[in-house]
C-alpha cells in the first residue's frame, strides 16, 4: 500500500483529538512541563518560519510527554496593534473581523501539521475576557505604586495623529504616512521598571539556560553605569536657575571640558522658549527629529547658544558657554551634558563646527604630540598618558582614572559617586483605537482615578470609523462618557490604549488558567509555572523578554504569580530562521520584480518563469513577503504532508542557525519517509522464521535511543535525526528475526514520533504497538546492551585509511598492534617497508608509520 499523507495525517490527528492527548491537565502526582513559543501576531499566513518554531516546541512537548510529564503546550495570538487599524483604513472594514479572520485563517494552517497544542487554552490578546483581566492588573499594579503619569517627550506624526514608538521612526519619518515627526510633550502613563533595574541586571547571572548573547544584550540594555553627579553653578542664568545638574560616566575628562549642553526640552530651554523667539524656532527644528538614539546619532549636530555660561567646578575663573543642543536627550542622564570634544566624536564634531576650544585630557601612551586631529575615545582597559589628570600624570587606564576623578571630586565637594541605569521607565501610552484600553477616568473633582474593578472590562465599542486620522475614541459620541467611579459625578474616560508589548508580557501566566476569573488562578500558576522551555525569535531578545521579566516581578507582587515565578522562563532558545533564494524579473522602469519559488522552473539553462521569462536568481535571505521568497506550508503539505515539512526544518542545520528550504531537500525527505513505510510493511509481511544478528540489531536499537534522547535533551534535532537515519540504514540491511526487527521497527516509530508523529502512529500500529505512540512511554536503554563487546577500528598508514579491523573491546594495546601488522591489507601495503610508528588510541583508530 502506498504511503498516503493526507490519509494517513488526518486519520491519527483525530485520534489524538478524540483521546484528549494533548489536554494539559494539573496532576500533582506527575512532574510537569511547560514549553512555549513566542505567540503569532495573526497576519493571515504561516510561514515557513512558523513551522520550524513551532516544530521545535512540538518535538519538546511530545518528548516529555513520552518521558512521563504532565505537558502544558498551549497557542495563542498576539492580535492587537497597528496593522489590524491600517488594514481598516486602506481596505474598509473593521480591525476586530480582520482579526479574527485571519485568526480563524491561521489556526487552520496550523492545525494540520499535527502540533501537540492544547486548544482549549488558546485566547487572543483582543479577547475581551483577556484584556479585562489585564486592565484588573493595570489598576492592583496601580495601587502597589507601579503606574504613574507624566509628561514626556514622544514621537507624534502628525498625520496619524499618533505616538510613534523609535523603531516606526524611519529617517525621521512616520513608517506608514512618511510624515516628518515631531518631538512633542504629551501626558503619558508609565510603568516604573527602572525601580527594577538592579534587580532585572543582577538575575541575569541566574539564567544559566539563556543564549549568552540575549544575557548580554539585556545588560547593554540596562546599562549599568557608574559616574558623577554634579552641577554647573550659572553665570547670566534666569531667576530660578542657578545651577545644571550632569551625569557623566567620564568624569577623568572634566578638565577638558569646552562647553555645556542642554536638551531643547531641558527646563532652561523652555523657559528660554517663551521669553526668545530665536530659541522657539531651534527649538521647534530641534523636535523634528526623532527621540532615539540612532536618530539624533545620524542628524546633523546642531546648537544654539543660549547667552547663559557656567563656571567650571575647578576653576570659578573658567567660564563654558551652554548651548542648546540637538543630540541632547532630556530622557538620559539630566538633559545635560559638559563637552569635552577631544575624546567624544560628538563632541568633536559640534566643537568643530562651532569653533569651541578642544583640549585633550590624554594621549596614547608613548604619543609626543598633544594636538587632536579627531576625538581620540580608548578601550577602557588600553593604557594612555594623562595630560590633565586627577591622579598625576603617570601611565593609567580609563577605568583607573574615572574612580580617581570620582574620589578627587567628592573629597573636594564638587560631586558624588552614583550608580545610574540606562533603562528607563515604560512608556504604555498609544493614541490608537485597536488596544486594551487604560481603565482610569478623569474626573474635575477627584482627578485621576481607577476605574472600579465591578465596571470592568471597559470594552472596545464596536461602532467606529477610520476614515479621520487620528484615534477613534476620542471622537466616540458616547464611549468616553461616564461616571466618576469615586463620586458619582459624570467624567470621561482615558481614551489611551496600552503598547502591546503590555498584552505579550504576561500571556504565559494566563495560559496556566486562561478563563479564570482573575488574571490568574494561584493553584494552577503554582503548578505549571515557570515555562521550562521558551522558544522564540532573537529580534525579541531586549523589549519582550525583559518586558515579560518585570512583568512577572510585578504580578508576583500584585498577588498574582507566586514568588518562584519572579523570572518566567527557566530555559530559552532562539531558533534560527528559514532562508530561501530571491527570483526576479527586471520591471519596465528597470528595477526588479520578486517571483514567487513556486513560479519559477530551474534547469540548466538558468532559471525563468513558465512562460519563458529569464528570472534572475539573488542571494539566500530570510523569508520576506515583500521579497516573495516565501514557500507556502500548505503547498508542501498538500504535495508531501507534514512530515515532511516537519523533519526538514528539523534536520538540515542546528536549530540555532539558519535553515536553507529548497525543494530538492523536501523531496529527499519525502524519499526517506516513504523508504521508513516500505520499511515497516516489509517487516510486518515478513515470515516468523529466524534470522540472524538479533544481538547486534537490538544493541544498535538500545545505542540510537540513547543517542537520540541525549540529541533532543540538548536541542540537537539535526544530530537526531542524523542518527535515525543511520538506524534506518543498519535496520534495512539486518538480516535478524521478525520479533527483533519488529521490536526495533517499534523503537525507530517511537524516536521519530516527536519529529514524524503521523508516520510514527503508522507504523508503530502495524508494528503490534499498543495503544498510541504519542501516549507510549519513552523508550530506556539498557546499560547492559550499550557496553560493546567488539569494535571496529579504522587503520591509517602514512595518514591514509586503508582498512579496519574488528577486535574485543578490551583486548589489550599490544595485542592489536599484533593484529595490525598481521592484517591482509596492512601485510600487503608494507610490501616488507619497515614501520616506523605504531600508535593505537583505544576505541577510535590505528596509526601506521612508514
Given at each position: 500500500m502506498p504511503y498516503d499523507p493526507a490519509v494517513i495525517e488526518s486519520r491519527w490527528q483525530?485520534?489524538?483529538?478524540?483521546?484528549?492527548?494533548?489536554?494539559?491537565?494539573?496532576?500533582?502526582?506527575?512532574?510537569?512541563y511547560y514549553v512555549l513559543e513566542m505567540f503569532p501576531y495573526p497576519s493571515g499566513r504561516i510561514h515557513m518560519g512558523h513551522v520550524r518554531n513551532y516544530t521545535m516546541g512540538d518535538v519538546v512537548a511530545r518528548y516529555k510527554g513520552s518521558c512521563g510529564f504532565s505537558v502544558l503546550h498551549p497557542m495563542g495570538w498576539d492580535a492587537f496593534g497597528m496593522p489590524a487599524e491600517n488594514a481598516a483604513m486602506e481596505r474598509g472594514g473593521h480591525p476586530k473581523d480582520w482579526t479574527y479572520s485571519n485568526i480563524a485563517d491561521m489556526r487552520g494552517q496550523m492545525q494540520p501539521l499535527g502540533l501537540s497544542i492544547d486548544w482549549s487554552r488558546e485566547f487572543a490578546t483582543c479577547d475581551v475576557e483577556y484584556y479585562g483581566q489585564q486592565q484588573a492588573m493595570f489598576i492592583d499594579m496601580m495601587e502597589k505604586g507601579l503606574v504613574y503619569r507624566k509628561n514626556a517627550v514622544v514621537n507624534w506624526d502628525p498625520v496619524d495623529m499618533t505616538v510613534l514608538a523609535n523603531e516606526q521612526v524611519i529617517d525621521g519619518k512616520g513608517w506608514r504616512s512618511g510624515a516628518a515627526v515631531e518631538r512633542r510633550e504629551l501626558t503619558q502613563w508609565f510603568f516604573k521598571i527602572s525601580d527594577y533595574s538592579a534587580e532585572l541586571l543582577e538575575a541575569l547571572d541566574g539564567l544559566e539556560n539563556w543564549p549568552e548573547k540575549v544575557r548580554l544584550m539585556q545588560a547593554n540594555w540596562i546599562g549599568q553605569s557608574r559616574g558623577l553627579q554634579f552641577a554647573f553653578s550659572t553665570v547670566d542664568a534666569p531667576e530660578g536657575f542657578d545651577r545644571i545638574e550632569v551625569y557623566t560616566t567620564r568624569p577623568d575628562t572634566l578638565l577638558g571640558a569646552s562647553f555645556a549642553a542642554i536638551s531643547p526640552d531641558h527646563p532652561l530651554a523652555k523657559h528660554l522658549e517663551r521669553h526668545s523667539p530665536e530659541v522657539a524656532a531651534f527649538v521647534a527644528e530641534c523636535r523634528k527629529i526623532g527621540t532615539s538614539e540612532e536618530a539624533l546619532e545620524k542628524a546633523e549636530k546642531r546648537g544654539l547658544d543660549t547667552g547663559v555660561r557656567v563656571r567650571h567646578p575647578f576653576d570659578t575663573a573658567v567660564e563654558l558657554p551652554v548651548y542648546i543642543a540637538n543630540f541632547v536627550l532630556m530622557e538620559y542622564g539630566t538633559g545635560a551634558i559638559f563637552g569635552c570634544p577631544a575624546h567624544d566624536p560628538r563632541d568633536f564634531e559640534f566643537a568643530s563646527k562651532y569653533g569651541l576650544p578642544i583640549p585633550p585630557v590624554f594621549v596614547p601612551e608613548g604619543a609626543e604630540e598633544e594636538v587632536l586631529t579627531e576625538a581620540f575615545v580608548p578601550m577602557k582597559s588600553e593604557p594612555v598618558r594623562y595630560i590633565r589628570g586627577f591622579a598625576g600624570e603617570e601611565v593609567q587606564t580609563g577605568a583607573d582614572a574615572v574612580d580617581a576623578a570620582i574620589a578627587f571630586c567628592e573629597e573636594k565637594g564638587v560631586g558624588r559617586g552614583v550608580t545610574n541605569y540606562r533603562l528607563r521607565d515604560w512608556g504604555v501610552s498609544r493614541q490608537r483605537y485597536w488596544g486594551c484600553p487604560i481603565p482610569v477616568i478623569h474626573c474635575e473633582k477627584c482627578g485621576v482615578v481607577p476605574e472600579a474593578k465591578e465596571n470592568l472590562p471597559i470594552e472596545l465599542p464596536y461602532d467606529v470609523t477610520f476614515d479621520i486620522p487620528g484615534n477613534p475614541l476620542d471622537r466616540h459620541p458616547t464611549w468616553r462618557d461616564c461616571s466618576c467611579p469615586k463620586c458619582g459625578a459624570a467624567a470621561r474616560r482615558e481614551t489611551d490604549t496600552m503598547d502591546t508589548f503590555v498584552d505579550s508580557s504576561w500571556y504565559y501566566a494566563r495560559f496556566t488558567s486562561p478563563h479564570a476569573a482573575t488574571p490568574t488562578d494561584p493553584a494552577e500558576a503554582e503548578y505549571w509555572m515557570n515555562v521550562d522551555q521558551y522558544i522564540g525569535g532573537v529580534e525579541h531578545a531586549i523589549l519582550h523578554l525583559l518586558y515579560s521579566r518585570f512583568f512577572a516581578r510585578a504580578m508576583h507582587k500584585t498577588g498574582h504569580l507566586p514568588a518562584s515565578a519572579i523570572e518566567p522562563f527557566n530555559a530559552l532558545f532562539t531558533q534560527g530562521m528559514v532562508t530561501h533564494e530571491t527570483y526576479a524579473t527586471k520591471g519596465a522602469d528597470g528595477r526588479p520584480v520578486w517571483q514567487?519559488?513556486?513560479?519559477?522552473?530551474?534547469?540548466?539553462?538558468?532559471?525563468?518563469?513558465?512562460?519563458?521569462?529569464?528570472?534572475?536568481v539573488g542571494p539566500i535571505i530570510k523569508m520576506s513577503k515583500s521579497k516573495k521568497n516565501v514557500v507556502d506550508p500548505m503547498n508542501i503539505i498538500a504535495t508531501y504532508g507534514a512530515d515532511t515539512a516537519r523533519w526538514f526544518v528539523m534536520s538540515d542545520s542546528p536549530p540555532e542557525r539558519d535553515v536553507e528550504w529548497t525543494a530538492s531537500g523536501a523531496e529527499a525527505t519525502a524519499k526517506y519517509l516513504n523508504r521508513v513505510w516500505v520499511l515497516s510493511e516489509r517487516i510486518a509481511q515478513m515470515p516468523d522464521a529466524e534470522g540472524k544478528g538479533d544481538d547486534d540489531l537490538l544493541r544498535a536499537m538500545h545505542r540510537i535511543a540513547q543517542d537520540v534522547t541525549q540529541a533532543i535533551e540538548g536541542f540537537a534535532f539535526?544530530?537526531?535525526?542524523?542518527?535515525?537515519?543511520?538506524?534506518?540504514?543498519?535496520?534495512?540491511?539486518?538480516?535478524?528475526?521478525?520479533?527483533?526487527?519488529?521490536?526495533?521497527?517499534?523503537?525507530?516509530?517511537?524516536?521519530?514520533?516527536?519529529?514524524?508523529?503521523?508516520?510514527?502512529?503508522?507504523?508503530?500500529?502495524?508494528?503490534?504497538?499498543?495503544?498510541?505512540?504519542?501516549?507510549?512511554?519513552?523508550?530506556?536503554?539498557?546499560?547492559?546492551?550499550?557496553?560493546?563487546?567488539?569494535?571496529?577500528?579504522?587503520?591509517?598508514?602514512?595518514?591514509?585509511?586503508?582498512?579496519?579491523?574488528?577486535?574485543p573491546a578490551d583486548m589489550p594495546t599490544s595485542e592489536v598492534e599484533k593484529r595490525v601488522l598481521a592484517d591482509d591489507a596492512v601485510v600487503k601495503f608494507l610490501a616488507g617497508k619497515p614501520v616506523k610508528k605504531l600508535i593505537v588510541v583505544p576505541g577510535r583508530i590505528v596509526n601506521v608509520v612508514i
Open positions: 483525530k485520534a489524538w483529538a478524540d483521546a484528549g492527548v494533548f489536554t494539559a491537565k494539573r496532576d500533582t502526582t506527575r512532574p510537569k514567487m519559488p513556486e513560479d519559477v522552473e530551474k534547469t540548466d539553462k538558468g532559471a525563468r518563469l513558465k512562460d519563458g521569462t529569464p528570472v534572475e539535526n544530530k537526531a535525526i542524523a542518527k535515525l537515519y543511520e538506524f534506518t540504514n543498519t535496520l534495512s540491511k539486518s538480516q535478524a528475526g521478525k520479533p527483533a526487527m519488529q521490536e526495533a521497527m517499534r523503537t525507530l516509530a517511537q524516536l521519530m514520533s516527536p519529529m514524524v508523529p503521523h508516520l510514527a502512529e503508522e507504523v508503530w500500529a502495524q508494528q503490534g504497538g499498543t495503544g498510541l505512540v504519542a501516549k507510549a512511554p519513552w523508550p530506556q536503554p539498557d546499560p547492559a546492551m550499550l557496553v560493546q563487546d567488539t569494535v571496529t577500528l579504522p587503520i591509517q598508514i602514512n595518514g591514509k585509511r586503508r582498512g579496519e579491523i574488528t577486535i
